[in-house]
């Protein structure tokens, strides 16, 4: 009768796993497919424009260095389409993309590295603040469906959940440059920083408020609150949640213990199918701001023309949101009693 | 004998407004419960009986006093009479103090399909502590003890209580939901439709518990089924519905044996007997419209034997022997 | 002529949405007037949208220039008309290219199943997870000098098609599910035939709410790029118009009028495709359930 089994969920880890390396991996072959098959003279052509904007920086020698490296990034080696691509994924491995051109000659990887902590840092706390609002509000709209204020927080909902992050980060900008200045309208931090603090911490969090604030803002009473409205409404015609109210348990009870926690399970899908597209949307909000992280890196990058930081940030991006999805899954059997005991 | 219920005059229905119907729908009125009086004992297992659509389902919700939308009370009283012998009028009290008073402790229910009704991410020992905390105050470990020693009681396996309802089977889960309902030993237990989801075996054995059950209870259990063979093997009185009215009320072997509403007789003489090779006969036509009953006795369109006056003047139920009656103008001149 | 009936069906349902959906109706209008704007109005424009200096700098609106003057010296209410006109196109493009390619691929995963369902999904996924603005801007820094606006909508066509894919697909999994389905494959309808009848109707108007999303994302993903200078700097397009903006501080020079413009367009293009995307999505729901 009972097939308690603790198989099912190392089965469960193991998939997971290979998932997670399969999905870096053909990340990886998609970039590398859809940098070869750009249709010009990449190299020549980089190598060109970076001789054209920073010329007398690089003395001939380093450009021959990474006219190599570019060869080799690009896989237009000359020897097969199959050493091509081990070379690539071997320099992918070995976080060996190059030097970078924007701070020559430090190594792109390097510089991303640096940069990554600010946007994993703004990132996770600002999905997880979404996450959690969003969901709570959500719940609460579905289930008391009928009252005003479940209306007005649907109109704001459908008005913010179109609109993209940066145009949030540029219209609460507009607000608090010139309304109301209270906040820093840019950069990461604005003291210097000696050791770490409490001083430190908050300067660094109040600088991080507007970017997280729009970061917030359409996905709390966007993506997450839309969903997990959506969620709650079907939770509450279910047989389990309507034979609850049939028992006289008190609506706060069923609120917590049947629906919130039953839209965990498929919140978690949610969200771990919309890391991709926070993550992007974040890279763009941080140039908005001026904050220091990776996608104000990438626009110094993209700006110069600095293929191998863009290559370096591209992977490294993809690593920190397949490892952020795979934590994800990692928690799921945690919220789902169906993995976990199958 | 000790009534535990009494229903007066109920009628109630489906209200079909904007949200529920289409245009050609809209403001229409299904009448599934026309005009019901009932009595029930304590200490019985009462049957009710009628093909899908009669309004028996929508019948013990009303006894539950539980209605959501559409359905909704045009009429009526129902009385329950707690073993401290207590009286509370279902119809009359709030929805909100029917569930901190009455349902559970006095009454409980028991859903058509128990596929679905335990919470997926909740231990089915955590679907016995909530009820415990809730209606008799006890700490989550009383609770989970008092759990323990209950699922023994009523014959479970103690490890479902461990179990997540996924990891049931069918039947299994449908005993813990029987479980459920027994649990704070209420005066009154409506089943809709308690086995019609499992196979020969399962019924049998969830069937068997509910009739253990009310021995050592002694309470009172409402079985609500479409299967005349439910309530032969386990109602004392059963009462025949049909399209929202009761025909027929009565001990259950004496309807078995000499059916008197032209729509009972027709039900028994469909039901297979051993060792008659004789083809069944079916009723021909189908049961009213109830968005439009007709007028007079409802079943005159289908029945063998109308008279003038079927056509004209809907019938009451009259007792025509003590305990049995009948709703039918071949019986009251 | 089954052409003929198809179009007239369209018809009756288009008329059915406009008149009954609040929604679907609140955004078509604004559409229309963005898409007249775009491309009606904006040929008529008196000076040049794309040279420099055109009219005087930095004027603020009045009657005589409506929304005020750039620092690029451009009437702000004529580069806008031609933006959004150039914003769209790129978009249509977008959406023709990577919405078709999204129902042919969800409609082989979700009709022939087995290993090539999971091969493509794998990769779609790849594309769900992989952050495609960051690809995007790889490729398009490599190609910079060449981009062109039919370009620019291919380009982004490669990051759009697998969120309709598996829209698709999901649809086609349930369909199959239903009993119309099943009775045409047991009344010995060959599989292509069924997925061409039966399935294709009911499909055909979730790929038309697809289409309309894939026209958001794309607006928005050019704009994005346009901020991180991808875009064609040269022409004129709603994120073209940002990134100059941002890029002369207009917002801290107070002159507030270049770079609202651009930000109330784009979010009322935002939200007038999703008002579109929501009214057909919620008539579908309530045509097919």
């Given at each position: 009768m009972l097939h308690a089994s603790k198989k099912s969920l190392l089965e469960y880890l193991a998939t997971r796993t290979i998932m997670y390396f399969a999905t870096i991996f053909s990340g990886i072959t998609l970039t590398y497919l859809l940098v070869k098959a750009m249709p010009v003279d990449a190299v020549e052509n980089i190598i060109f424009g970076l001789t054209q904007t920073v010329a007398g920086v690089y003395d001939p020698q380093s450009i021959n260095k990474l006219r190599e490296d570019l060869y080799e990034i690009f896989g237009l080696t000359g020897k097969s389409p199959l050493e091509d691509y081990l070379i690539f994924i071997r320099r992918v491995f070995t976080f060996n993309f190059g030097p970078s051109f924007i701070s020559f000659p430090t190594p792109a990887f390097e510089l991303v590295l640096r940069r990554l902590p600010w946007t994993i840092g703004l990132l996770s706390v600002s999905t997880a603040i979404t996450w959690i609002t969003g969901n709570l509000l959500g719940t609460i709209a579905g289930y008391f469906r009928t009252r005003k204020f479940t209306k007005v927080l649907e109109s704001i909902a459908i008005s913010l959940y179109p609109v993209p992050y940066y145009i949030m980060a540029l219209i609460l900008m507009l607000l608090f440059a010139f309304l109301i200045p209270i906040f820093p309208l840019g950069g990461g931090i604005s003291v210097i920083p000696e050791s770490l603090n409490l001083e430190l911490i908050l300067n660094i969090i109040w600088h991080s408020l507007l970017p997280a604030l729009s970061l917030i803002l359409p996905g709390a009473l966007g993506w997450s609150f839309l969903s997990s409205r959506t969620l709650t409404l079907e939770v509450l015609s279910e047989d389990y949640t309507r034979y609850a109210e049939f028992r006289g348990l008190p609506g706060k009870h069923v609120l917590r213990r049947y629906v919130l926690r039953n839209i965990l399970v498929p919140q978690v899908t949610v969200l771990a199918l919309s890391l991709g597209g926070i993550f992007s949307g974040a890279l763009l909000t941080e140039v908005i701001f001026a904050y220091p992280g990776v996608g104000s890196l990438a626009y110094r990058a993209a700006f110069a023309g600095d293929i191998n930081t863009l290559m370096a940030v591209l992977i490294l991006s993809m690593v920190a949101v397949s490892t952020a999805i795979y934590l994800l899954d990692l928690l799921y059997p945690l919220v789902d009693p169906r993995i976990r005991y199958r | 004998m000790e009534p535990v219920l009494k229903a007066v005059n109920l009628k109630g229905g489906y209200l079909l407004g904007s949200l529920y119907a289409s245009a050609s729908q809209q403001g229409s009125y299904v009448d599934a419960v026309s005009d019901v009086s009932l009595e029930l004992f304590r200490n019985e297992i009462f049957g009710i009986a009628g093909e899908s659509g009669c309004g028996k389902s929508t019948l013990i919700k009303m006894l539950y006093g539980y209605l959501e939308p559409p359905l909704v009370l045009k009429d009526g009283l129902v009385y329950l009479y707690t073993k401290e012998g207590k009286e509370i009028s279902i119809t009359s009290l709030s929805k909100e103090r029917l569930k901190r008073e009455v349902f559970w402790r006095h009454i409980s229910y028991i859903p058509q399909s128990s596929m679905n009704v335990l919470n997926p991410t909740m231990r089915v020992r955590d679907h016995f502590a909530e009820m415990l905390k809730l209606h008799a105050n006890m700490s989550k470990e009383e609770a989970y003890k008092e759990a323990g020693k209950y699922v023994e009681y009523m014959g479970l396996p103690i490890d479902v209580l461990a179990a997540f309802p996924h990891q049931l089977s069918g039947g299994m889960r449908q005993r813990v939901v029987i479980s459920l309902a027994l649990l704070m030993r209420p005066d009154l237990i409506l089943a809709d439709e308690p086995t019609s989801a499992l196979d020969v075996i399962n019924q049998q054995a969830v069937l068997t518990m509910l009739r253990d059950s009310q021995e050592s209870f002694k309470n009172t259990i409402v079985i609500v089924s479409h299967d005349m063979g439910v309530h032969g093997v386990i109602t004392r009185r059963v009462a025949i519905m049909y399209a929202g009215r009761i025909v027929e009320i009565g001990k259950t072997e004496e309807i078995f044996e000499d059916p008197l509403h032209p729509y009972t007789q027709a039900l028994i003489k469909a039901l297979p007997r051993l060792g008659d090779k004789a083809q069944r006969k079916g009723l021909s036509g189908h049961p009213p419209d109830l968005k439009n009953p007709p007028l007079g006795c409802r079943f005159r369109p289908r029945c063998p034997s109308y008279g003038p006056q079927c056509r004209e003047e809907t019938p009451t139920l009259i007792e025509v022997k003590p305990g049995r009656y009948v709703e039918c103008w071949l019986y009251s001149t | 002529?089954?052409?003929?009936?198809?179009?007239?069906?369209?018809?009756?349902?288009?008329?059915?949405?406009?008149?009954?959906?609040?929604?679907?109706?609140?955004?078509?209008?604004?559409?229309?007037?963005?898409?007249?704007?775009?491309?009606?109005?904006?040929?008529?424009?008196?000076?040049?949208?794309?040279?420099?200096?055109?009219?005087?700098?930095?004027?603020?609106?009045?009657?005589?220039?409506?929304?005020?003057?750039?620092?690029?010296?451009?009437?702000?209410?004529?580069?806008?008309?031609?933006?959004?006109?150039?914003?769209?196109?790129?978009?249509?493009?977008?959406?023709?290219?990577?919405?078709?390619?999204?129902?042919?691929?969800?409609?082989?995963?979700?009709?022939?199943?087995?290993?090539?369902?999971?091969?493509?999904?794998?990769?779609?996924?790849?594309?769900?997870?992989?952050?495609?603005?960051?690809?995007?801007?790889?490729?398009?820094?490599?190609?910079?000098?060449?981009?062109?606006?039919?370009?620019?909508?291919?380009?982004?066509?490669?990051?759009?098609?697998?969120?309709?894919?598996?829209?698709?697909?999901?649809?086609?999994?349930?369909?199959?599910?239903?009993?119309?389905?099943?009775?045409?494959?047991?009344?010995?309808?060959?599989?292509?035939?069924?997925?061409?009848?039966?399935?294709?109707?009911?499909?055909?108007?979730?790929?038309?709410?697809?289409?309309?999303?894939?026209?958001?994302?794309?607006?928005g993903t050019e704009s994005g790029l346009a901020i991180f200078g991808l875009s064609i700097l040269g022409d004129n397009t709603l994120g073209v118009m940002l990134y100059w903006a941002l890029n002369y501080y207009a917002l801290f020079r107070g002159i507030w009028w270049w770079i609202t413009a651009p930000i109330v367009t784009l979010v009322l293009i935002f939200i007038s495709f999703y008002l579109i995307s929501i009214g057909l999505s919620e008539h579908l729901h309530r045509i097919i359930g």
């Amino acid at each position: 009768m009972l097939h308690a089994s603790k198989k099912s969920l190392l089965e469960y880890l193991a998939t997971r796993t290979i998932m997670y390396f399969a999905t870096i991996f053909s990340g990886i072959t998609l970039t590398y497919l859809l940098v070869k098959a750009m249709p010009v003279d990449a190299v020549e052509n980089i190598i060109f424009g970076l001789t054209q904007t920073v010329a007398g920086v690089y003395d001939p020698q380093s450009i021959n260095k990474l006219r190599e490296d570019l060869y080799e990034i690009f896989g237009l080696t000359g020897k097969s389409p199959l050493e091509d691509y081990l070379i690539f994924i071997r320099r992918v491995f070995t976080f060996n993309f190059g030097p970078s051109f924007i701070s020559f000659p430090t190594p792109a990887f390097e510089l991303v590295l640096r940069r990554l902590p600010w946007t994993i840092g703004l990132l996770s706390v600002s999905t997880a603040i979404t996450w959690i609002t969003g969901n709570l509000l959500g719940t609460i709209a579905g289930y008391f469906r009928t009252r005003k204020f479940t209306k007005v927080l649907e109109s704001i909902a459908i008005s913010l959940y179109p609109v993209p992050y940066y145009i949030m980060a540029l219209i609460l900008m507009l607000l608090f440059a010139f309304l109301i200045p209270i906040f820093p309208l840019g950069g990461g931090i604005s003291v210097i920083p000696e050791s770490l603090n409490l001083e430190l911490i908050l300067n660094i969090i109040w600088h991080s408020l507007l970017p997280a604030l729009s970061l917030i803002l359409p996905g709390a009473l966007g993506w997450s609150f839309l969903s997990s409205r959506t969620l709650t409404l079907e939770v509450l015609s279910e047989d389990y949640t309507r034979y609850a109210e049939f028992r006289g348990l008190p609506g706060k009870h069923v609120l917590r213990r049947y629906v919130l926690r039953n839209i965990l399970v498929p919140q978690v899908t949610v969200l771990a199918l919309s890391l991709g597209g926070i993550f992007s949307g974040a890279l763009l909000t941080e140039v908005i701001f001026a904050y220091p992280g990776v996608g104000s890196l990438a626009y110094r990058a993209a700006f110069a023309g600095d293929i191998n930081t863009l290559m370096a940030v591209l992977i490294l991006s993809m690593v920190a949101v397949s490892t952020a999805i795979y934590l994800l899954d990692l928690l799921y059997p945690l919220v789902d009693p169906r993995i976990r005991y199958r | 004998m000790e009534p535990v219920l009494k229903a007066v005059n109920l009628k109630g229905g489906y209200l079909l407004g904007s949200l529920y119907a289409s245009a050609s729908q809209q403001g229409s009125y299904v009448d599934a419960v026309s005009d019901v009086s009932l009595e029930l004992f304590r200490n019985e297992i009462f049957g009710i009986a009628g093909e899908s659509g009669c309004g028996k389902s929508t019948l013990i919700k009303m006894l539950y006093g539980y209605l959501e939308p559409p359905l909704v009370l045009k009429d009526g009283l129902v009385y329950l009479y707690t073993k401290e012998g207590k009286e509370i009028s279902i119809t009359s009290l709030s929805k909100e103090r029917l569930k901190r008073e009455v349902f559970w402790r006095h009454i409980s229910y028991i859903p058509q399909s128990s596929m679905n009704v335990l919470n997926p991410t909740m231990r089915v020992r955590d679907h016995f502590a909530e009820m415990l905390k809730l209606h008799a105050n006890m700490s989550k470990e009383e609770a989970y003890k008092e759990a323990g020693k209950y699922v023994e009681y009523m014959g479970l396996p103690i490890d479902v209580l461990a179990a997540f309802p996924h990891q049931l089977s069918g039947g299994m889960r449908q005993r813990v939901v029987i479980s459920l309902a027994l649990l704070m030993r209420p005066d009154l237990i409506l089943a809709d439709e308690p086995t019609s989801a499992l196979d020969v075996i399962n019924q049998q054995a969830v069937l068997t518990m509910l009739r253990d059950s009310q021995e050592s209870f002694k309470n009172t259990i409402v079985i609500v089924s479409h299967d005349m063979g439910v309530h032969g093997v386990i109602t004392r009185r059963v009462a025949i519905m049909y399209a929202g009215r009761i025909v027929e009320i009565g001990k259950t072997e004496e309807i078995f044996e000499d059916p008197l509403h032209p729509y009972t007789q027709a039900l028994i003489k469909a039901l297979p007997r051993l060792g008659d090779k004789a083809q069944r006969k079916g009723l021909s036509g189908h049961p009213p419209d109830l968005k439009n009953p007709p007028l007079g006795c409802r079943f005159r369109p289908r029945c063998p034997s109308y008279g003038p006056q079927c056509r004209e003047e809907t019938p009451t139920l009259i007792e025509v022997k003590p305990g049995r009656y009948v709703e039918c103008w071949l019986y009251s001149t | 002529m089954p052409s003929l009936s198809f179009l007239k069906s369209i018809g009756k349902n288009f008329i059915f949405l406009y008149k009954s959906n609040f929604k679907f109706r609140l955004g078509f209008t604004l559409i229309l007037i963005l898409f007249i704007l775009g491309f009606t109005v904006s040929p008529f424009s008196p000076t040049s949208t794309r040279t420099w200096y055109a009219v005087p700098r930095d004027r603020p609106p009045s009657p005589e220039y409506l929304l005020g003057t750039s620092s690029m010296g451009r009437d702000v209410f004529w580069e806008l008309c031609a933006s959004i006109g150039k914003s769209l196109t790129i978009a249509l493009i977008t959406a023709m290219i990577a919405s078709h390619i999204g129902l042919f691929i969800g409609l082989i995963s979700g009709i022939r199943g087995g290993l090539l369902d999971r091969f493509l999904m794998f990769v779609s996924d790849t594309f769900i997870i992989v952050p495609g603005f960051l690809l995007l801007i790889v490729v398009i820094s490599i190609i910079k000098s060449w981009i062109t606006i039919p370009l620019l909508g291919a380009i982004i066509s490669i990051v759009s098609w697998p969120w309709p894919a598996r829209q698709v697909r999901s649809m086609v999994l349930s369909l199959r599910e239903r009993t119309f389905v099943y009775t045409a494959k047991l009344s010995g309808m060959r599989t292509s035939k069924v997925l061409l009848f039966e399935i294709m109707p009911y499909v055909l108007g979730w790929h038309l709410v697809n289409f309309t999303n894939t026209i958001l994302f794309s607006i928005g993903t050019e704009s994005g790029l346009a901020i991180f200078g991808l875009s064609i700097l040269g022409d004129n397009t709603l994120g073209v118009m940002l990134y100059w903006a941002l890029n002369y501080y207009a917002l801290f020079r107070g002159i507030w009028w270049w770079i609202t413009a651009p930000i109330v367009t784009l979010v009322l293009i935002f939200i007038s495709f999703y008002l579109i995307s929501i009214g057909l999505s919620e008539h579908l729901h309530r045509i097919i359930g």
